[in-house]
């Protein structure tokens, strides 16, 4: 099976920064997309922002200029450098990955993976 394990959340002041981390584990055969969706009380999950594995990223408008999305594919990780922090910031942050893992016969099959969820919280 696949994991998906994140780490970085926390408390911090508007204007500050943290970084998150998610790294895949298990039985991959290959990454797809990786990327962070966000999801605040009474909201809808968004997205935040993703990367292919051939380096290309896409942010939410909300958060370009000041969030980085980056990836180790050695490490099958994903980060995202948030800066400049606003109080809207906050909300849970879930690592998304599409992954083609093995199967028992060594077959392959692909589908989406969610963390577990990390809080992230920016005070005024």
């Known amino acids: 099976q696949v994991q998906l394990v994140e780490s970085g959340g926390g408390l911090v002041q508007a204007g500050g920064s943290l970084k998150l981390s998610c790294a895949a584990s298990?039985?991959?055969?290959?990454?797809?997309?990786m990327g962070w969706y966000r999801q605040a009380p009474g909201k809808q999950r968004e997205l935040v922002a993703t990367?292919?594995?051939?380096?290309?990223?896409n942010y939410a408008d909300s958060v370009k200029g000041r969030f980085t999305i980056s990836r180790d594919n050695a490490k099958n990780t994903v980060y995202l450098q948030m800066n400049s922090l606003k109080p809207e910031d906050t909300a849970v942050y879930y690592c998304?990955?599409?992954?083609?893992?093995?199967?028992?016969?060594?077959?392959?099959?692909?589908?989406?993976?969610w963390g577990q969820g990390t809080q992230v919280t920016v005070s005024s």
């Open positions: 298990g039985s991959i055969f290959s990454i797809n997309t």
């Open positions: 990367m292919t594995s051939g380096g290309s990223t």
């Open positions: 998304y990955a599409d992954i083609q893992r093995f199967t028992i016969t060594s077959a392959t099959i692909r589908r989406n993976y």
